[in-house]
């Protein structure tokens, strides 16, 4: 593996909307990490 | 979290095994595992993952995950499908066309051990080149892979057969293998630092 995990991609209308979600404490990403 | 920080786990989150368990947080996590952002963003830090790892790679593999809101990972797909990868694909696959601007020395150079840093001044010849002088290489042949979804589909009724497990490897009779195919790389735009941009908060 080079340079870690990355299997993740969000693509939003803008980066601000990207970035409203990723904020999110429930985001589906946020999940990943915990259940590993 | 904290106890996939203290599990063998962790190392898969590192980007770096030197790095302290410590430092693997959620917000490291967020940060490296996932590439978010407009269509333009997430494009530009796809070509910093390629450009990380070298060169072009031969499939891009998301995870789909729409366990809370499965409108945005919907559209997230399409904009993935519409915007993005159009894109990138033609800037793995045709990089003859795409303009250059990449310099020794400025500040997207990958990391030392990047084998695209040793192409560098190639790439950049190749852009100052004349046509008549050097004619650019031909496009790649377009190399399919077998289909094994018809495989898969049929259940077995078709001629192709799977070979079973203790088949594998399949011995290719060399005279029957491709050569690799070697596609230059060139990227269209300035690139990012490998680190990604939060990685040292």
């Not at chain 2, 530009?44 to 990972?73: C, I, N, Q, S």
């Not at chain 2, 290489?137 to 070979?163: E, F």
């Amino acid at each position: 593996m080079i340079g870690g995990w990355r299997d993740s991609v969000l693509v939003a209308d803008s980066d601000a909307e990207a970035a409203d979600y990723m904020a999110r404490e429930d985001n589906s990403f946020v999940v990943l990490p915990l259940h590993l | 979290m904290t106890e996939t920080r203290h599990s063998p786990r962790v190392l898969a989150l590192k980007p770096d095994t030197s790095m302290p368990d410590e430092d693997v947080t959620l917000q490291f996590c967020l940060d490296n595992m996932v590439i978010s952002g407009s269509p333009r963003t997430v494009l530009d830090r796809l070509v910093a993952l390629v450009d990380a790892l070298g060169g072009p790679f031969g499939t891009l593999l998301l995870g789909y995950k729409e366990w809370d809101l499965p409108a945005v990972h919907q559209k997230s797909w399409r904009l993935m499908a519409d915007n993005v990868m159009p894109q990138l694909a033609q800037l793995l696959r045709f990089p003859e066309g795409a303009g250059l601007s990449r310099q020794p020395g400025e500040a997207g150079q990958c990391r030392p051990h990047c084998a695209l840093n040793g192409q560098s001044a190639q790439v950049n010849r190749a852009s100052d080149r004349s046509s008549a002088a050097h004619p650019p290489p031909a496009a790649p042949p377009d190399v399919r892979l077998p289909d094994h979804r018809s495989i898969r589909r049929d259940h077995g009724q078709s001629n192709r057969r799977v070979p079973a497990s203790r088949d594998w490897p399949v011995r290719r009779d060399p005279a029957h293998v491709q050569p690799a195919v070697q596609h230059p790389y060139e990227p269209t735009r300035p690139l990012e630092p490998c680190s990604p941009p939060n990685s040292t908060a």
